[in-house]
């Protein structure tokens, strides 16, 4: 099972973003997925997670109202699209999915490599 991140890199603060995770190996579509950053020296945080229709979504209060998460079950793919980037959320961003039904779920079992976001000031 792997979980690819993409779509990271150097935007200017006011800039927009979209991350896309995509999952092999096996279906995530009964399952919730999530987004994390973490930031050198700082334990990693979370972003969002989205239920695993799509319909629940729920979002850190630092990203709250800028930040969208969504997915595609046919395509095994959830998406973060970042609006208003602010130089704070510099931060390598990692996708992660759960094997249980539960939501919210307790754990995340498995991670993503992580994506490089840099918002400049």
């Known amino acids: 099972v792997q979980l690819q991140a993409s779509g990271g890199g150097l935007v200017p603060a006011g800039g927009s973003l979209r991350l896309s995770c995509a999952a092999s190996?096996?279906?995530?579509?009964?399952?919730?997925m999530g987004w994390f950053r973490q930031v050198p020296g700082k334990e990693r945080e979370f972003v969002s997670r989205?239920?695993?229709?799509?319909?629940?979504?729920y979002y850190a209060d630092s990203v709250k109202g800028r930040f969208t998460i969504s997915r595609d079950n046919a395509k095994n793919t959830v998406y973060l699209q970042m609006n208003s980037l602010k130089f704070e959320d510099t931060a390598v961003y990692y996708c992660?999915?759960?094997?249980?039904?539960?939501?919210?779920?307790?754990?995340?079992?498995?991670w993503g490599q992580g994506t490089q976001l840099t918002v400049s000031s």
């Open positions: 992660a999915a759960t094997t249980s039904s539960r939501y919210p779920p307790l754990k995340y079992d498995y």
């Open positions: 989205i239920s695993s229709s799509g319909v629940g979504a």
């Open positions: 190996g096996r279906t995530f579509s009964s399952n919730a």
